[in-house]
């Protein structure tokens, strides 16, 4: 088997394919070869992203929608399969989460948090493992947790649960689907530099525009990753390329950290004089 990732005349659909591991993602498939559409709620996202992969010389579908529209997701991967006539790659990005305790959390935002990060990525395979099993030739699902699915995650508690579903709905579907040549996996990644972490939430993908961090809180950033840096997009786009291509053909069921070895630390940190410690004020630290 060549050692070179192609992926060539295959097809591909991200959500929150626009900004982000999302659009890190997409970038990367179709540098591979794969033409790609994607499913994104901001217009001006999905329309740069698209032109991105054109410019690349892969088809770009642009589908501005909502995930936890499930009818409009289900509209999106047939508009996909009747533009590409066939569809290889399923990515469920797209997500979201905002910080609150769980006892100040309403029953509505429970609700929202289910619907964008799991019930988004049920409805979406639900819609797409149909089309790869006509087509006869398997296909790679990739869906994009967190580490938060296997670590406590104060203020994040439905997240982190909608997270923990994901993990194990990629095993139980990778044996499911497994007798149609599909393969099920997912990443986790943690701390990533995205747009969204950086208040750029909507309108363009504007770097300009993003929150500076002081010194300190870099460091105390780079300090929490045992790399000592914080993420970048694309290197979750590398690792998604990888599980969706022929290099993984023997790959399926698994949970992929993407995330510099934090969740390898298991709380430990590097202290300010460089050593290891679980608490920064205890003695043997630093």
């Known amino acids: 088997m060549s050692l070179t990732i192609s992926l060539t005349g295959q097809a591909a659909f991200v959500t929150g394919g626009g900004g982000g591991i999302g659009r890190a993602i997409a970038l990367r498939l179709a540098e591979a070869g794969a033409d790609i559409a994607l499913f994104e709620i901001v217009p001006e996202r999905a329309e740069e992203t698209a032109t991105r992969i054109r410019e ?5 579908l642009p589908i501005v929608g909502d995930v936890m529209d499930a009818d409009a997701l289900r509209a999106g991967i047939a508009a ?13 990005n797209a997500g979201g989460t905002a910080a609150r305790p769980f006892l100040e959390q309403s029953e509505r935002s429970w609700r929202r948090h289910i619907d964008i990060n799991l019930v988004s ?3 979406a ?4 493992a149909p089309v790869m099993i006509r087509e006869g030739r398997g296909g790679a699902i990739l869906n994009i947790a967190s580490i938060e699915a ?4 104060p203020n994040f508690a439905v997240y982190a649960a909608c997270k923990a579903g994901m993990a194990s709905f990629t095993k139980s579907m990778a044996v499911e689907l497994s007798g149609h040549g599909i393969r099920v996996n997912c990443l986790a990644p943690d701390h990533t530099v995205t747009p969204g972490n950086q208040g750029n939430r ?7 525009t993003w929150r500076q961090r002081s010194e300190d809180e870099v460091d105390a950033m780079n300090r929490l990753i045992p790399l000592g840096r914080e993420g970048i997009d694309q290197e979750c786009g590398d690792a998604a390329v990888f599980l969706c291509s022929s290099l993984a053909s023997y790959v399926t069921g698994v949970v992929l950290p993407v995330d510099g070895g934090t969740w390898a630390a298991g709380g430990w ?15 043997f630290g630093g």
């Open 150 to 153: 296997e670590r406590a995650a």
């Open 56 to 60: 690349l010389g892969r088809r770009a």
């Open 202 to 208: 909507s309108g363009p993908v504007d770097p300009s």
């Open 269 to 283: 940190v590097r202290g300010r004089n460089g050593k290891w410690t679980l608490n920064e004020g205890l003695s």
């Open 125 to 128: 395979t639900h819609a797409a």
């Open 121 to 123: 990525m049920l409805a």
């Open 80 to 92: 996909a399969d009747a533009e590409f006539g066939r569809l290889d790659i399923l990515v469920n």
